[in-house]
């Protein structure tokens, strides 16, 4: 079974600071993981996967995450936050087959000018 | 590559009235396709799974009857709110994932916001 944990609801950071999002992952099998990114009353865009090559992943719009296997996480970063980065946040878990995909709880970035 | 459309983004209907909602693969074929329903300020929550010329799979606690779903070709699957009542207002995605490769990803729709009157 697939589950994921992401700690804190709504994070904010000013702009041009560091974005941190974290995503711990629980998996009986090797996991693909990956982050969405979801504006109001949108459907969801993939910011980047991992599915079992390079541990540090770089996605869209700057962002990146690294594939930590001893700590089960999937940390979001980014060095520089931007205004237009603000939205909610998802991190979702798969085994890879011919299953669905396991959300996490959201977390809202807020930017502070 | 992999876009996938949802129409109609944003529907009113009366109380017991059927909606049908639809979910296109424009570039792809799929298989599978997903729906989900999210509350406000929640996350996604899997209603069920649709698969091509067969029957989809629900989640527990989904009504089948309900929520109709049908996946007739391999780009295309309509998810029917059957009966609708004002607790079926809710934001429904749908997500899709190429047939061609075992995990390319999963592609979502724009989202439809159904409010039920």
């Not at chain 1, 996480?73 to 995909?101: I, Q, R, W």
């Not at chain 2, 949802?6 to 009113?12: C, D, E, F, G, N």
């Not at chain 2, 509350?39 to 029957?55: D, I, V, Y």
Request: proline share 4%; net charge positive.
């Amino acid at each position: 079974a697939q589950s994921v944990t992401q700690l804190g609801s709504h994070v904010s950071v000013s702009e041009g600071a560091l974005v941190l999002l974290r995503c711990n992952y629980s998996s009986s099998v090797p996991p693909y993981l990956f982050w969405y990114v979801q504006y109001p009353n949108q459907g969801l865009q993939l910011l980047l996967k991992y599915t079992s090559a390079a541990t540090l992943v770089k996605g869209i719009n700057g962002f990146e995450a690294e594939f930590k296997k001893s700590e089960t996480s999937f940390h979001l970063t980014k060095p520089s936050a931007h205004m237009s980065d603000a939205a909610e946040y998802f991190c979702a878990v798969s085994d890879g087959g011919a299953n669905n995909l396991f959300f996490g709880t959201g977390t809202r970035l807020t930017v502070i000018p | 590559g992999a876009v996938v459309s949802q129409h109609p983004s944003r529907v009113i209907c009366k109380s017991g009235t059927s909606v049908k909602i639809e979910c296109r693969s424009l570039d792809f074929q799929a298989t599978t396709m997903f729906w989900y329903r999210q509350f406000p300020k929640k996350s996604l929550m899997l209603m069920a799974t649709s698969n091509e010329g067969s029957k989809a799979t629900y989640e527990q606690g989904v009504e089948k009857d309900k929520f109709l779903i049908n996946h007739a070709s391999l780009t295309l699957s309509t998810l029917t709110v059957t009966s609708a009542h004002p607790e079926d207002s809710s934001f429904y995605i749908c997500s899709a994932r190429p047939r061609w490769t075992k995990h390319y990803g999963y592609t979502f729709g724009s989202g439809t916001r159904l409010t039920v009157v």
